[in-house]
C-alpha cells in the first residue's frame, strides 16, 4: 500500500488539454496552416519550453508560432461566467477521500508553478495539495523524471511510497522512472501496450479510482464520508 499520492494536473485533474488543443488547431487555421490533433498529441505532458520547440516545427517558424501563441492566449484568458478549465468528474470525491485518511497529497506538472496555483485555486482544490512541483521549476520536463522527483522531495515522501496518477505517455514514464507506481487514466491519447504495462491501473475515468482507493492506501482510505 501507498503513503502518498502525487497528481498530474492538465488532463487529469482539469479538463483542459481538449480545450487547448482545439484552440491551437483553430488559430492554426485562421493562419493558413493545417495543424492535426495526431500532431498537437505529441507534445502532451512535456515540458512548456520543449512544446514551445516542437509547435514552431509544425507551425513553419518561429514568427509564426509567436503570432499563433498570441492569439491562442487572448482566446484562452477571455473572461467567462466560471473557470475556464473545469474539474474533471470524480477528482474532487477521489481528493476529498484521500484527505480524510490523511493522505499526502502533491502536484507534479508540467504547467509553471504559479499557473498550476491559479487553476487549482479556480476550481477549489488547491487546499488539498501539501506540496507543487512544477515544469518551470526543473532543468528537463516529462519524460524526465525530475518533476515526479520534486514533488516527492517536498512532500517528505520516498518515491516508491508514492502513487502517482497520470493521463499521458510522457509523464507516464516520468513517474515510472522516478520510482514510482502509476494510475494510467487517458485523456487524449489511449495508451499503448508498452504504457499499458508500465502502469500499475489503466482506467477509463477518474471516477473508477474511488474503487480501488482502500486497497491502494489501505482501508482508511475508505470513499465513506
Same mark, same amino acid.
Given at each position: 500500500m501507498f503513503s502518498a499520492a502525487v497528481f498530474d494536473m492538465d488532463g487529469l485533474l482539469i479538463d483542459s488539454e481538449r480545450t487547448i488543443m482545439n484552440t491551437w488547431i483553430a488559430v492554426a487555421r485562421e493562419l493558413g496552416i493545417t495543424l492535426l490533433p495526431s500532431d498537437y498529441v505529441r507534445i502532451i505532458g512535456r515540458s512548456l519550453r %520543449?512544446?514551445?520547440?516542437?509547435?514552431?516545427?509544425? #507551425? &513553419?517558424? %518561429?514568427?509564426?508560432?509567436?503570432?499563433? @501563441?498570441?492569439?491562442v492566449r487572448a482566446q484562452l484568458t477571455e473572461p467567462q461566467a466560471g473557470? #475556464?478549465?473545469?474539474?474533471?468528474? =470524480?477528482?474532487?470525491? #477521489?481528493?476529498?477521500? /484521500?484527505?480524510?485518511? &490523511?493522505?499526502?497529497?502533491?502536484?507534479?506538472?508540467?504547467? =509553471?508553478?504559479? %499557473?498550476?496555483?491559479? @487553476? /487549482?485555486?479556480?476550481?477549489?482544490? /488547491? !487546499?488539498f495539495f501539501r506540496a507543487i512541483a512544477g515544469g518551470d521549476e526543473v532543468a528537463r520536463g516529462k519524460p524526465d523524471p525530475a518533476v515526479y522527483r520534486l514533488a516527492a522531495e517536498r512532500l517528505g515522501a520516498p518515491a516508491a511510497h508514492c502513487l502517482a496518477f497520470e493521463d499521458s505517455e510522457n509523464g507516464i514514464r516520468a513517474a515510472v522512472d522516478a520510482g514510482m507506481a502509476v494510475v494510467a487514466v487517458p485523456d487524449l491519447k489511449a495508451p499503448t501496450d508498452e504504457i499499458a504495462a508500465l502502469s500499475l491501473h489503466v482506467l477509463a475515468q477518474l471516477d473508477?479510482? /474511488?474503487?480501488?482507493? !482502500?486497497?491502494?492506501? =489501505? !482501508?482508511?482510505?475508505?470513499?465513506a464520508a
Open positions: %520543449e512544446c514551445h520547440v516542437m509547435l514552431a516545427e509544425m #507551425l &513553419g517558424s %518561429e514568427a509564426v508560432f509567436s503570432e499563433a @501563441r498570441t492569439r473557470p #475556464l478549465f473545469p474539474l474533471k468528474s =470524480g477528482a474532487a470525491d #477521489l481528493l476529498a477521500s /484521500l484527505a480524510r485518511a &490523511g493522505i499526502p497529497c502533491a502536484v507534479a506538472s508540467s504547467s =509553471g508553478r504559479e %499557473e498550476i496555483e491559479l @487553476r /487549482l485555486r479556480r476550481v477549489g482544490v /488547491l !487546499p473508477d479510482a /474511488l474503487a480501488h482507493v !482502500p486497497a491502494w492506501f =489501505g !482501508p482508511r482510505a475508505s470513499v
